[in-house]
C-alpha cells in the first residue's frame, strides 16, 4: 500500500508541478499560449486560464497528492475516508467524462481530443483506481 500512495503523491504533484509551470508562463509541451489552450484544456480558446487558476489547481492537487499518506494512518478517521471517497469518485467521473459525447463536443480542439482519450482520461482513472485501491484496506 505504501507503493500505491507513493505513486498516487508522485503523479498528483508531477500535475500540480506542471499546473505550476504553466500558471508561470511556461509552455510546454507547447511552443505558443495557444498551442498550449488547445494542448491542454482543448475548448477553442487561443489563451490559457488565468495564472490564478493555474495556481488554484496546483494547490488543490498538492492537497489531493498528501491524502494517500492519511490513508495509511492507523486508525483512520471516517472523515478521511469520506474526503478519499469523494476524490476517487471525482478522477473517475473525469475520466469517464472524457468519454462521454457532451465532453466531446465541449472539448474538441486538437491535440487535446486525443490525447484526452489516449492519456488524459485513463490517467484520472488510474488515479481514482489508486484511491479505491487504498481505500479497499478501511472498508
Known sequence: ???????????????????????????????????????VVGDGRT??????????????????????????????????IAVGVVFAAVFLIRGLAGYSP???RRHWAEPFAARDKRLYSPLCMLLATGFMVLLSREM
Open 1 to 39: 500500500m505504501i507503493l500505491v500512495a507513493a505513486l498516487l503523491c508522485a503523479l498528483l504533484l508531477v500535475i500540480a508541478g506542471l499546473h505550476t509551470y504553466w500558471g508561470l508562463g511556461g509552455l510546454w509541451p507547447a511552443k505558443s499560449a495557444a498551442e498550449l489552450a488547445r494542448t
Open 47 to 80: 489563451r490559457m486560464p488565468a495564472p490564478w487558476s493555474c495556481f488554484t489547481v496546483a494547490a488543490l492537487l498538492v492537497l489531493v497528492a498528501l491524502w494517500p499518506w492519511l490513508l495509511l494512518r492507523h486508525p483512520v478517521s471516517q472523515l478521511v
Open 102 to 104: 457532451r465532453w466531446r
